[in-house]
Structure formats: C-alpha cells, structure tokens
C-alpha cells in the first residue's frame, strides 16, 4: 500500500471523566405516563456478549436486515443488485448447509451520504439500527466514541480476529476499520483521487490526450484553453458546502498536500499556515478566474449535477475518485453513463503545487478512504451477522461483487485477479495508492471537515484565502481547543 | 355573558362533581403530558447539555448548565436565521397569503358559480398535495438548465434558488398557503349584511371605505384568527428544506437552522435548546394575537 500519513491509533485527547447528568427531578413529578415512556426508551435489549457467541450454540432460526447507501437503479445500483440477487441467496444457501435457516433483507438507500450517516446514528441510537450495515471509514471513531459500534471482537468473539480475510487485507486498508488499535469493521475497499479529463474536448483545445500536469500551473495553463470553447466549464473542483465530504476529500485535502500541509500531523491539528491558505489560493483561482461554475458549487444536487455535466461533454478537468469511473460515467450501470468511457475519459494524477512541493516532497498527490461493513452490537444474531460480514468479504464473493463493475476491493488477492481487466483501476492501484494519504481517523474529523468545507465555500464565493483560514482556525480553536492545535505548517 | 348565571353553576356546569370531572379529563391529560409536556421538558433538559448525535457525547452527555442558551442567544448565526424567519413569516404569510387570500376572497365574493369553484380549486391544490411532490416540481419549475421559469422568461442559467433563495422560498409559500386564507375570509365575507354594503355604496362609499368601515369591522375577528394560524404554521414550516436543501445560510429559517444544527451537524443539545426559544417565541406570538382577541371579544360584549 505504499506510503501513509500519519494516522495514530490512539487520540489524542485526554477524555475527561464527566458524570452522567442526573435526570432532573422534575420529572419524576410529570407523570407516571412520561416516566414509563422514558424507561422504554432507554432499557436496552440484552444481547449474548462477544465471549458466549460462537457457531456451535447460535439459534437456528436468525433473522438479518443488511443495510447500505445502494439503491437499485440509482446510487450504487452495482452493489445493491449484488446484495439482493447473489450476495444473500448465496448466504442463505451456505447457512442451509449448515442446517441454519437464515432469512435475510436488504434496505436500501440513496441518498447524500451525510443523509445516510444522520439515519444509521438516530436508527442506533434509538436501539433499533440494522443488523449489518455499511459506514463511511471516517464514522467509525465517532460512532465509536457514541457506543453506537464496539470492537468485532466484543460482539462476535475470538473468531473475528482469526478469519482468514485479514491476511488479505493489508494494514493501510484494515485501518479503514478501525479505531484506536481495535478493529470495528470489515474494509470494503480503498479508492484514489485523480483528475479526470474529457479526451475531446482537450483535442479541440489542443492539448495531449495523454496529459499529466506537473504543477498547479499546468492545470490553469489548461483551463486557459479550454475556456475558449464555448458552452465548457474548464474545471469541476468540488468546493461547496452542499457537496459536503467530497469538498474536503475530492476538492480540498489533495490541494492540501499538494502545497505539503495536512489538517492533523505528529498529533495534532494544524493552525492553518501558507499551505492551507495556498490550497486555498487554488480555489481563489479557479472559481474567480471564470475557470469553475461556482453557483454549481452551492446547488444542493451540485455534484449530480456536475456529473451530468461530465458525461456530457461540458465539463473539461474534474478532480474525483476511481468511484467516477466505476460508479458515474461507466457505461453499464453508472449513474450518469458514458458509452465512449474508455476511449473519451483521460486521467491525470494530481500534481503538487510545484514538483516536489507536496506532501512528504512529492511531486503528485492523491487522498484515499473507503467504507466498512460492521455489525450492530445490538443485534440479537451476532454470529449470523458476524458470518455474514465473513461471507460477503470472502474471495468468492468479493469477486463476485465485482463482477459486472471492476473495483480496488480490500482483498489483495482479488486485486490481483481483477484489476488487470481495468486499465483505469489499474492505474489508481499501482500509481495513486502508493502515494496516497489517509485522512485522520478520529472522532473530530467530521467537524473539522465541515470547517473545511466552510472555508472552501467561503473563497468559491469571493472571500480571500486569508479571511477564511482565519475562520477556520477560530472554528477548529473552538471545537478541539486550543491545546490540541499545534502551530502552522 | 348574555344571561345571568349563578356563580356555582360557572364553576360546575355539568354538575359532575371534581372527582368525576377529572376522571374524565384524566385520560385526555395523560396523552397531552405524554406527548407534549415530557417532549418539551425533555427538550428544555436537553438544551442543558452537550448531547451530540455521534461521539463522546452521545453516550456521555455532560451538563453545560446554560451555555447552549447564551452560545444561541450571542451567535450572529441565529441571529440572522431569527431575522430571516421573521422575513418569511412577514413575506408569505401575514402580507403574501393573508392579503392575497383576502383579495380572491372579494373579488370572487360575488363570481358566478363555475369561475368561482374553478379558482377555488386552483387555489386549493397547491395546499392539498404533498409537500415532498411540490418542493419536488419547484424544484423543476426554478431548475438552473432546463427549469420551465427560465424556458419562459427567456433566463435560461439563472439559477433561482441559489441566488434569490429567501424571495423563492416566500413566493413558494405564497403559492402553497393562500388556499386557507381565501376559504376562511369567503367565510368571514357571508358575514358582512349585504344591506350595510348597499347602504354604504348609497351614500357614495368608495371600494376602500366599503372595505375600511363596513367589511373589516365584521371579520375583525376573523383576520386575527387568521393571522394568528398562518403566521404560527410559516414560523414553524420545515418545507423550504425540501426546496433549498438546507446548507445555504442565506435562507436557513429557523426550522431549518435546527435541523442543520441537531441532525446534520449533530449538535443535539445546541439544537436543543434553538428549538426551546423557538417554542418561546410561538408562545408569545400566540399569547399577542389571544390577547387581541380577547380585547376585540371584551369590546362587542360591552
């Protein structure tokens, strides 16, 4: 898996002992009714614990509701028709031969990812919550820290850290999973940023197909030129509020690194320094240069929309992950498709700022992250769950996930076996990941994210670089403290 | 009060006696404690912590005392989203639907049967479909590239909602609530003696002053009432979300605001206690347009 930033196993907050704020008395004196309503709500459903589950004494019966943000038709359409036609039949077949009559659903859902995350919280929180769901690798620590996950090993026993599927997963991609030292989740896969480029309208502009910017630079020289076709936006940079996490990741973290800086380094965030307000120079130039549509930027539908734009031919660079390829313009089951993918869609690694300006003295940059399937601790089937989150990550069945959409999936040997038949993932597996860096899993990422996202939109909408790295360090003072921040990169 | 009453029979009209009365009432208490007083309670506890949807403090919230409440009350924030919220309510409701309602009401006070039902059900549909189903075709209708507003104002690029978020956002409910305003002042409007009208316009009256001292004296009531419902629902209405999106702090109302707060940012106990003041804030509202009913009540019965 190549290089990583720093990601520690630990936080590094000191978590002060708070004691539990007592109900007040006064509600006691409201009524017997609010009082019953109030233990119902809070009495929690006992479930065997980690040490009693095992294969031997499970019920024989058990149900399971599988959950993620796959739709049929829309969003991860791939996955969620994998899910119901092979992925739980063939379980339930192999549980059958077990002599265990597993009956097993799916949810789906498509919608914003952020949309996905407020309902699996509330939906765990409240105590219900699916029994098998996927979460975004930046989550785990929050929902952590929540209790609303607990390490495999607690729910499922000794025998989460005996699979075999871990010796196929290397430690970059496990680290998706987990939170300070234990594992909370079975990775799904890891991506990679590049910038994407539509390969005709660069030939009208005249510039190479096979283009690879070198610096910053390079990539405005280009817009330059494709500017001058009519009815083209030259760069889709994500930088919107709306877009949330795909601002930070897609748009903001590879400039980041590309002018050699990171939110979190050696434990500790980082004051925002020349690297943060040059990263965000680049969105000064791009959105008030005429070279990015910024009103798209605060649409709520912008990304599906700048997708669409994409495929068809109006939009130049877009700066995204392999997830573009695989799940946007692909011609067979993409979100917006692309008959001419393969011959049309160029992509470029992201370039430092100058060459050997980035991150580590790099001269090309990229940011990675992925999502996990975890069990619901209050699940009343932990063995059934945790069999089925070994069975849908076991070779035979990764490989059938990807079997009508190629994707980097956490399993080294799948890799092996598939990713040769995808020039594209190809390219992200052997060039991008190397390089790669991974965000800081901890439990204030998120908020510091939406500090980000903030001061993106911010300079999109015609604040300087300085104003709104002011607001963002007074924002990150206020949410970590002032102890936790070390001084400017 | 039009007749005399003896003073006990004020107190116990039925004549059931405390004990029964309170029986039967009991029930009826129970559901209104269970789901309004708990919640609310609940949530006054909650604006006193620092309850969050995901991390740390989800599981350990802590007692922040009334911090929520001071952060909210000196957040420049909320401030705006109060100040934005007090524009949507005066916009749509107590000048765009009141006044818009009123005006179909009398200008169709005396229409033929079909032109009248006809505008009626216009009117009507707006505010009898789902809101997800409007919100989802004025989302088409002010669409950026192929919206049918730009297609037929020859605007074509302007992007409505993300540029004028607040005038979209007040049009749209407009367009949605007027429905109950019209159908409520047609009600008022059969009120008013047709002979005051006929003797005011024999003396010369104007439209105006038919309207000013013969109409509005009679539906007085009716308008405060009026006025009262729409200004509370607007204050509370969630639907510009499914409109906006909700990430534009140009046009975050405070429903919206709170949610942004509680769910998206996850800040359970600040959007506590946002909600809390909004509750206030309804009440005294409410408690101003009671109070000027109860005077309006005084005034005819004295």
């Known amino acids: ?489 | 009060m039009a007749r005399p009453a003896s003073p006990a029979a004020v107190e116990d009209p039925a004549g059931l006696g405390r004990a029964r009365a309170a029986a039967i009432a009991a029930p009826a208490l129970l559901v209104v404690l269970a789901f309004l007083v708990f919640p609310a309670l609940w949530t006054l506890y909650l604006g006193t912590t620092n309850y969050r949807l995901t991390g740390f403090a989800a599981r350990h919230p802590r007692s922040v005392g009334i911090d929520n409440y001071k952060n909210v009350v000196q957040d420049p924030a909320f401030h705006h989203s109060l100040w934005l919220t007090f524009e949507y309510v005066l916009g749509s409701a107590v000048i765009g639907q009141a006044l818009l309602g009123f005006t179909i009401a009398w200008l169709l006070r005396d229409a033929s049967g079909r032109l009248k039902r006809l505008v009626e059900a216009l009117v009507l549909l707006a505010w009898i479909l789902p809101s997800s189903v409007v919100a989802f075709l004025w989302s088409g209708l002010l669409d950026r590239d192929s919206g049918t507003v730009n297609t037929l104002l020859h605007t074509q690029g302007t992007a409505w909602i993300v540029e004028h978020p607040m005038a979209v956002i007040i049009v749209f409910n407009i367009w949605r609530g007027t429905a109950f305003s019209m159908l409520l002042y047609s009600a008022a409007l059969t009120g008013v003696p047709p002979s005051q009208l006929a003797t005011a316009r024999m003396f010369g009256a104007n439209q105006w002053q038919q309207l000013r001292d013969v109409v509005f004296p009679h539906i007085r009531g009716h308008v405060l009432t009026n006025l009262l419902l729409i200004s509370l629902w607007t204050f509370n209405d969630f639907t510009p979300y499914q409109i906006t999106g909700g990430a534009d702090a140009r046009s975050q109302i405070l429903p919206v605001y709170i949610y942004q707060t509680a769910l998206f940012d996850g800040q359970m106990g600040l959007g506590a206690a946002i909600a809390l003041l909004m509750l206030v804030i309804n009440l005294v509202v409410a408690l101003v347009y009671l109070r000027l009913l109860r005077e309006r009540r005084l005034e005819r019965a004295a």
Not at chain 1, 64 to 92: C, H, R, Y
Not at chain 1, 185 to 191: A, F, K, Q, S
């Open chain 1, 1 to 489: 898996m190549g290089a990583r930033s720093v990601r520690p196993k630990r936080s590094g907050h000191p978590r002060p002992r708070h004691p539990r704020p007592r109900p007040l008395r006064t509600f006691i004196a409201v009524a017997a009714a609010a009082a019953t309503l109030a233990a119902g709500c809070s009495s929690s459903k006992s479930s065997p614990s980690g040490a009693d589950v095992n294969s031997a004494n499970q019920p024989k019966n058990p149900t399971l509701v599988i959950t993620a943000n796959d739709i049929s038709g829309g969003k991860n359409g791939a996955e969620a028709d994998w899910i119901q036609k092979s992925l739980i039949p063939d379980f339930i077949k192999a549980e059958a031969a077990k002599g265990i009559t597993a009956t097993v659903t799916f949810r789906a859902n498509g919608v914003d990812d952020n949309a996905y995350k407020s309902k699996l919280a509330l939906d765990l929180q409240s105590g219900t919550g699916d029994d098998v769901f996927a979460l975004d690798g930046i989550w785990v620590g929050e929902f952590a820290d929540a209790g609303y996950l607990k390490p495999l090993a607690d729910v499922a026993g000794t025998q989460v850290d005996d699979w075999d599927g871990w010796k196929q997963i290397t430690n970059a991609v496990q680290a998706l999973g987990e939170y300070q030292g234990k594992r909370y989740g079975v990775p799904n896969g890891t991506d990679g940023r590049v910038i994407f480029f539509n390969k005709k309208l660069f030939a009208q502009a005249g510039l190479p197909t096979d283009w690879q910017p070198k610096s910053w630079q390079d990539i405005y020289d280009a817009a330059d030129k494709l500017k001058a076709l009519s009815g083209v936006t030259p760069i889709q940079w994500d930088g919107g509020v709306p877009m949330g996490e795909a601002t930070t990741i897609q748009g903001f973290l590879p400039l980041l690194a590309g002018a050699g800086g990171s939110l979190y380094a050696d434990g500790k965030w980082q004051k925002p320094g020349k690297s943060f307000t040059d990263a965000l120079g680049f969105y000064q130039k791009v959105y008030g240069g005429g070279y990015g549509d910024a009103v798209l930027q605060q649409d709520a539908k912008g990304r599906d929309k700048s997708f669409s734009e994409f495929a068809a031919g109006k939009i130049g660079m877009y700066a995204e992950s392999d997830y573009m390829w695989r799940a946007v313009v692909n011609p067979q089951g993409g979100t917006a498709p692309m008959a001419d993918r393969d011959a049309g869609v160029g992509y470029a690694l992201i370039p430092a700022q100058t060459p050997g300006s980035g991150i580590r003295k790099q001269d090309f940059v990229s940011y990675s992250g992925g999502s996990d399937w975890s069990v619901n601790p209050k699940t009343k089937y932990p063995q059934a769950a945790w069999d089925f989150l070994a069975f849908m990550n076991s070779n035979a069945e990764t490989v059938s996930r990807i079997g009508g959409a190629a994707k980097i999936t956490a399993r080294t040997d799948v890799n092996t076996q598939v990713l040769a038949a995808d020039p594209m993932l190809k390219f992200v597996n052997d060039k991008v990941l190397p390089i790669t860096s991974f965000r800081p899993s901890l439990a204030a990422y998120n908020d510091v994210s939406a500090l980000v996202q903030k001061a993106v939109a911010d300079v999109v909408g015609g604040k300087s670089p300085d104003e709104a790295a002011a607001t963002y360090e007074k924002g990150l003072e206020a949410l970590v403290g002032a102890a936790s921040i070390a001084g400017g990169s």
